[in-house]
């Protein structure tokens, strides 16, 4: 992480791409990595199960490439510290 970003805000590492696969309205979507190891290994976008979204701001550090994690892809709970909040079948959290 970069210490001009906000938590959950990154810069991709060198060598790394980061895709959104099928954003929403908001720019949310999927988090694809694509990053090549040297001869004969690589890894294509490989779905890596976080959701999250571009921003168009130039950080402070001169990188222009930010992305935001904002969640897990798939799953039906969230777990705070000492609580877990479970989907109900409305489809809301409680």
Same mark, same amino acid.
């Given at each position: ?18 895709? $959104? ?5 908001? &720019?949310? +979507?999927? $988090?694809?990595? *694509? ?5 004969? $290994? *690589?890894?294509?976008? !490989?779905?890596? &199960? ?6 168009? %701001?130039?950080?402070?550090? +001169?990188? @222009? *490439? ?5 969640? @897990? *892809? +798939?799953?039906? !709970? $969230?777990?705070?510290?000492?609580? %877990? ?6 489809? +809301?959290?409680?």
């Amino acid at each position: 992480p970069c210490g001009y970003l906000p938590p959950n805000y990154y810069h991709p590492h060198d060598g790394v791409t980061v895709e $959104i696969d099928c954003p929403d309205e908001t &720019g949310i +979507g999927d $988090i694809l990595i *694509s990053k090549n190891f040297g001869r004969d $290994i *690589s890894i294509e976008r !490989y779905r890596i &199960g976080d959701l999250g979204r571009f921003h168009t %701001i130039e950080c402070e550090c +001169g990188e @222009k *490439s930010t992305f935001e994690v904002v969640g @897990k *892809s +798939g799953h039906d !709970y $969230i777990k705070l510290t000492g609580a %877990i909040l479970r989907r109900e079948r409305d489809g +809301g959290f409680g």
